[in-house]
């Protein structure tokens, strides 16, 4: 497959005019544009060619959740995302018990890293939970909520085939900068749900964190007396979460993150849960009951449980807020990438990583879809 006349997105993050060629499900080549027709090249004048997006922070959608624990909620998921550009995504799971992860976990162990048709590819799990605060549970359930355990973390690991690509802790409880050490030996650690002052959450960050879970929500304030976890993540090299739904987070504090940050590393996620592509109604989460109603998804007290928006318009409201959209998709694609290790294989358009890609509308509407090479939309 060639595809011609397009604005590609690059590795310097920018865009060019150049000629992809792919080969096989990788891609093979960039060049300068050469006339070319027939069946196998596509002509994207006036597009723009980018990386399949990446989420590494999704709970569920279209009525499935990762914590289902099912080979058919994974698909039901995957198929959805598929459809909307994100071509690689962690399932994430929530504080539940350990027997129940087990099982999760278990479940997934097998479809991770495989390619379906039709379905994006599951590339690992982001464990979303239970070594957290209760004061900042958020949407979790306090029930199941407990200090940071590294043999926990260890035996579900192993139950995963080793595919825990991020755990979330507060390092401020018992135990968690030692968690913190060895843990990030293993996979990115990230701080979130969370009451760590600055200096705890410092620490914690020179013991091998080097994420944060949705910037901003499920932690103390940004204050300028006290700055917290977000002061001294932006002190550090840390990678940070933003949910860009419209309703997390005040398009200003999208625009100001990414002046602090940089966009090299600001990730956007969804954090979408399963009533994300379903009509307004009441859904759950994590076993609790969830009221979703114009497009805000709501626990009992008003907490807000995730979010209802695939990563593909979180990244499309960054740009309406100003994000220039080269940031927004370094976002979206091989920031999260990186930071949780699978930049090897996707988030740019390298020759060697895989020819997953989704060609853009100058509006940012959806022309067409390739995974593995194949058009797929």
Request: proline share 6%; glycine share 12%; aromatic share 6%.
């Amino acid at each position: 497959m060639q595809i011609i006349n397009g604005a590609v997105f690059s590795d310097d993050g920018a865009f060019h005019r150049l000629s992809l060629a792919t080969n096989g499900e990788l891609i093979g080549s960039l060049g300068a544009v050469s006339p070319a027709a027939g069946p196998d090249v596509l002509d994207a004048e006036g597009c723009y060619v980018v990386p399949g997006l990446v989420d590494i922070h999704i709970h569920g959608a279209m009525g499935a959740d990762f914590s289902d624990g099912t080979a058919d909620a994974v698909e039901t998921i995957s198929r959805y995302l598929l459809t909307q550009g994100v071509t690689s995504f962690l399932g994430t799971s929530m504080a539940l018990p350990e027997a129940r992860l087990a099982g999760i976990y278990a479940s997934a162990r097998p479809l991770i890293g495989q390619t379906v048709p039709g379905c994006a590819a599951l590339r690992g799990i982001n464990m979303e939970g239970p070594f957290f605060n209760p004061e900042k549970r958020g949407a979790q359930n306090p029930r199941y909520i407990i200090p940071p355990d590294f043999g926990m973390f260890s035996r579900l690991n192993e139950a995963s085939g080793g595919n825990i690509r991020t755990v979330a802790i507060a390092p401020e409880r018992e135990g968690g900068l030692e968690f913190t050490r060895r843990a990030s030996k293993v996979c990115s650690v990230s701080l979130g749900h969370s009451c760590a002052d600055y200096e705890t959450a410092r620490e914690a960050l020179s013991c091998g964190a080097s994420h944060i879970t949705h910037l901003f929500n499920g932690m103390p304030p940004f204050h300028h007396r006290d700055p917290g976890i977000v002061g001294a993540a932006a002190d550090s090299g840390a990678y940070a979460e933003l949910i860009c739904d419209g309703l997390h987070l005040h398009p200003a504090m999208v625009r100001s993150v990414f002046r602090l940050f940089g966009d090299d590393r600001v990730c956007l996620i969804s954090d979408s849960m399963r009533a994300c592509g379903m009509p307004d109604g009441r859904y759950d989460l994590g076993g609790q009951a969830v009221t979703v109603a114009g497009g805000a998804a709501t626990i009992p007290g008003g907490s807000l449980a995730g979010s209802v928006t695939v990563l593909t318009d979180c990244m499309r409201r960054a740009v309406q807020f100003g994000v220039p959209l080269e940031s927004a998709l370094k976002a979206s694609t091989v920031n999260p990438a990186k930071s949780v290790g699978l930049d090897a294989a996707v988030g740019s358009l390298t020759p060697g990583k895989r020819a997953d890609i989704v060609i853009f509308n100058r509006d940012l509407s959806i022309r067409r879809i390739l995974f593995g090479g194949r058009i797929v939309a």
